[in-house]
């Protein structure tokens, strides 16, 4: 019994013990399932710090990436400052080297000998209200500095003018103090500058034509250069290198040697020379191939200037002839060569001093007709610039397609190929154009010579843009004037620029040039942007050599374009307050 009383404390204990140990187990279950709770937490804060730890590494990378462009950045700004240093570098050389050529060829053109027996020639002035003193100096320039056995005779055609010396002035000084030489005739009415060379023309009795416009000098030894090509080839019209005479100072500038070209406009325009037409036996004295001539200046045997068919006699006044006259020597048979020994100085003046009869547009009549009968399919390149063309009237040019077929031309095409190459990439890419390249010369920021709102004399109003004068690229038109509009206020600056609400400028299309005037951003290289406001209150675009005017007919929605510079208020502008 005893053994057994103790057996069954025992068992108790034990039981006892048991329900300790079932206790601390429970504990021990709960403690885990803390501890695992505790753990799933530091899963998830690891998982956190894991994320934490990738965006960081993101924005590490990310920040080094920035460091990296930042870096491709400056390169990238460096490079374009060593662009625009490499760009303004061969523009100077250009310059340079243009300018060495020409000292090299007058230095080398005193060594030259021509052939005693040249052709005589017969020297064509055509004028219309030009200044006395300048027809002089042209006429005596010529009878100075001519062989007196090469002068024929000066042919000097009066096209109707209306200047009161230009008649018994010039009678009398013509019949009492120029040599018999110079024969004087006068048109019954306006003919214009091409049919009134062509009557010169007839007048004329030596073996070679030269023509001349009324406001030049020739240089000294400026003829011989010219008869020797013609000597050798009947063909062949040559062109002197033009110099500048300032039409405010009247002093004599010797130009560089450059070659006529022109744009799909229709425009003229200098080209530079290739370096290969400069590296042959003769060097920078040697004739330059000329795709075109300015028109002004040229020489050609007189019964070649008749069997080429003369000038279009369609064509009125002025413009385009100059084109028309260059493709047709290259493309029936002959070629037009610049010639760097001889030199006539011609006054380039900042705008006609004489307008068309009635105002009509005389460059747009002839540039058609030019079109229509020598530029084949590629007239859609004019006329595309020009759509306002396309229905106008130009006259019956079957006359001069019978010729072009007589003298069995080439083609536009042709003429491209083998004469002007370099017109190619814009007609096999027609919606090409070659834009200006603008360096910005000058961070200062321009000295203000006037400021106000721009007001046009013919019409009272003011000149606003069409739409906000923050428009990039938008068009400006006439508006009643408002002094309270800011955006109505102009300044003009010492470049010459023309800033509307201290924003954008004034620009005009130098490849498109029928194009309305627009405002653009500054970009201070002048060109395109810069203009000229002188006492006649007329805006002289410098780029295009046109005047700022009223669209005509002047309408209600005061449209405003390019034109060339007239006396009419239709072109006159003040600045005011």
Same mark, same amino acid.
């Given at each position: 019994l005893i053994v057994n009383s103790w057996l069954v404390i025992v068992i108790s204990w034990l039981f006892v013990v048991n329900s300790w140990l079932v206790i601390v187990i429970s504990w021990l279950f709960v403690v885990n399932s803390w501890l695992l709770i505790v753990i799933s937490w530091l899963l998830i804060v690891n998982s956190w710090?894991?994320? &934490?730890?990738?965006?960081?590494?993101?924005? %590490?990378?990310?920040?080094?990436?920035?460091?990296v462009n930042s870096w491709l950045?400056?390169?990238?700004?460096?490079?374009?400052?060593? %662009?625009?240093?490499?760009?303004?570098?061969?523009?100077?050389?250009?310059?340079?080297?243009?300018?060495?050529?020409m000292v090299v060829s007058l230095s080398r053109c005193r060594d030259k000998v021509y052939p005693l027996a040249l052709p005589s020639a017969s020297v064509v002035i055509c004028f219309f209200n030009e200044a006395f003193s300048a027809l002089l100096r042209t006429v005596h320039s010529v009878l100075d500095r001519t062989p007196a056995y090469l002068l024929h005779e000066i042919i000097l055609v009066d096209d109707h003018s209306e200047l009161e010396e230009l008649k018994e002035d010039l009678?009398?000084?013509?019949?009492?103090?120029?040599?018999?030489?110079?024969?004087?005739?006068? %048109?019954?009415?306006?003919?214009?500058?091409?049919?009134?060379?062509?009557?010169?023309?007839?007048? *004329?009795?030596?073996?070679?034509?030269?023509?001349?416009?009324?406001?030049?000098?020739v240089n000294s030894d400026w003829l011989q250069p010219l008869l020797t090509p013609i000597?050798?080839?009947?063909?062949?019209? &040559?062109?002197?290198?033009?110099?500048?005479?300032?039409?405010?100072?009247?002093?004599?500038?010797?130009?560089?040697?450059?070659?006529g070209g022109f744009n799909w406009g229709l425009h003229f325009k200098w080209d530079p020379v290739p370096p290969a037409q400069l590296s042959g036996p003769e060097g920078a004295t040697g004739p330059i191939r000329s795709p075109t001539m300015a028109g002004g200046l040229f020489a050609m045997n007189?019964?070649?200037?008749?069997?080429?068919?003369?000038?279009?006699?369609?064509?009125?006044?002025?413009?385009?002839?100059?084109?028309?006259?260059?493709?047709?020597?290259?493309?029936?048979?002959?070629q037009l060569l610049i010639v760097p020994c001889s030199r006539v100085g011609h006054i380039f003046r900042k705008r006609r001093p004489y307008g068309s009869p009635g105002g009509q547009d005389t460059m747009a009549h002839n540039s058609l007709r030019l079109a229509n009968v020598w530029m084949d399919d590629y007239k859609e390149q004019y006329l595309s610039l020009r759509p306002e063309l396309r229905e106008r009237s130009f006259g019956d &040019?079957?006359?001069?397609?019978?010729?072009?077929?007589?003298?069995?031309?080439?083609?536009?095409?042709?003429?491209?190929?083998?004469?002007?190459?370099e017109m190619q990439t814009v007609v096999n890419g027609n919606k090409q154009q070659h834009q200006p390249l603008f360096i910005n010369k000058n961070l200062r920021r321009p000295k203000v010579l006037q400021r106000g709102r721009l007001r046009n004399l013919a019409t009272g109003r003011c000149l606003v843009a069409?739409?906000? *004068?923050?428009?990039?690229?938008?068009?400006v038109v006439l508006r009643p004037c408002d002094p309270q509009d800011p955006e109505q206020d102009w300044s003009?600056?010492?470049?010459?620029?023309?800033?509307?609400?201290?924003?954008?400028?004034?620009?005009?299309?130098?490849?498109?040039?029928?194009?309305?005037?627009?405002?653009?951003?500054?970009?201070?290289?002048?060109?395109?942007?810069?203009?000229?406001?002188?006492?006649? %209150?007329?805006?002289?675009?410098?780029? &295009?050599?046109?005047?700022?005017?009223?669209?005509?007919?002047?309408?209600?929605?005061?449209?405003?374009?390019? *034109?060339?510079?007239? *006396?009419?208020?239709?072109?006159?502008?003040?600045?005011?307050?």
């Amino acid at each position: 019994l005893i053994v057994n009383s103790w057996l069954v404390i025992v068992i108790s204990w034990l039981f006892v013990v048991n329900s300790w140990l079932v206790i601390v187990i429970s504990w021990l279950f709960v403690v885990n399932s803390w501890l695992l709770i505790v753990i799933s937490w530091l899963l998830i804060v690891n998982s956190w710090l894991l994320i &934490v730890n990738s965006w960081l590494l993101i924005v %590490n990378i990310l920040s080094w990436l920035l460091i990296v462009n930042s870096w491709l950045l400056i390169v990238n700004s460096w490079l374009l400052i060593v %662009n625009s240093w490499l760009v303004i570098v061969l523009s100077w050389l250009l310059i340079v080297n243009s300018w060495l050529v020409m000292v090299v060829s007058l230095s080398r053109c005193r060594d030259k000998v021509y052939p005693l027996a040249l052709p005589s020639a017969s020297v064509v002035i055509c004028f219309f209200n030009e200044a006395f003193s300048a027809l002089l100096r042209t006429v005596h320039s010529v009878l100075d500095r001519t062989p007196a056995y090469l002068l024929h005779e000066i042919i000097l055609v009066d096209d109707h003018s209306e200047l009161e010396e230009l008649k018994e002035d010039l009678d009398r000084y013509v019949s009492q103090e120029l040599l018999s030489k110079v024969k004087l005739v006068r %048109n019954q009415k306006r003919e214009g500058l091409i049919r009134g060379r062509m009557i010169g023309a007839s007048h *004329a009795s030596g073996e070679v034509l030269v023509f001349l416009d009324s406001h030049c000098e020739v240089n000294s030894d400026w003829l011989q250069p010219l008869l020797t090509p013609i000597l050798k080839d009947a063909h062949t019209v &040559v062109c002197p290198v033009i110099d500048i005479i300032s039409a405010d100072t009247l002093t004599y500038s010797p130009s560089p040697i450059v070659r006529g070209g022109f744009n799909w406009g229709l425009h003229f325009k200098w080209d530079p020379v290739p370096p290969a037409q400069l590296s042959g036996p003769e060097g920078a004295t040697g004739p330059i191939r000329s795709p075109t001539m300015a028109g002004g200046l040229f020489a050609m045997n007189r019964k070649y200037f008749n069997e080429l068919g003369q000038y279009d006699s369609g064509m009125d006044i002025w413009g385009g002839e100059n084109l028309e006259i260059s493709f047709r020597i290259w493309m029936c048979g002959g070629q037009l060569l610049i010639v760097p020994c001889s030199r006539v100085g011609h006054i380039f003046r900042k705008r006609r001093p004489y307008g068309s009869p009635g105002g009509q547009d005389t460059m747009a009549h002839n540039s058609l007709r030019l079109a229509n009968v020598w530029m084949d399919d590629y007239k859609e390149q004019y006329l595309s610039l020009r759509p306002e063309l396309r229905e106008r009237s130009f006259g019956d &040019v079957s006359e001069r397609v019978a010729l072009r077929k007589r003298l069995q031309c080439h083609s536009f095409r042709w003429y491209l190929d083998n004469v002007y190459p370099e017109m190619q990439t814009v007609v096999n890419g027609n919606k090409q154009q070659h834009q200006p390249l603008f360096i910005n010369k000058n961070l200062r920021r321009p000295k203000v010579l006037q400021r106000g709102r721009l007001r046009n004399l013919a019409t009272g109003r003011c000149l606003v843009a069409q739409g906000r *004068a923050s428009q990039k690229g938008g068009v400006v038109v006439l508006r009643p004037c408002d002094p309270q509009d800011p955006e109505q206020d102009w300044s003009f600056d010492e470049e010459g620029q023309l800033v509307l609400a201290g924003l954008l400028c004034l620009d005009v299309s130098e490849v498109r040039t029928f194009d309305p005037p627009r405002l653009m951003k500054c970009h201070g290289s002048g060109g395109s942007q810069q203009w000229i406001l002188g006492k006649s %209150n007329r805006l002289y675009q410098v780029s &295009v050599g046109q005047c700022l005017a009223v669209a005509q007919p002047i309408g209600p929605k005061g449209y405003v374009s390019m *034109a060339i510079c007239d *006396a009419s208020e239709a072109q006159q502008w003040q600045l005011e307050n």
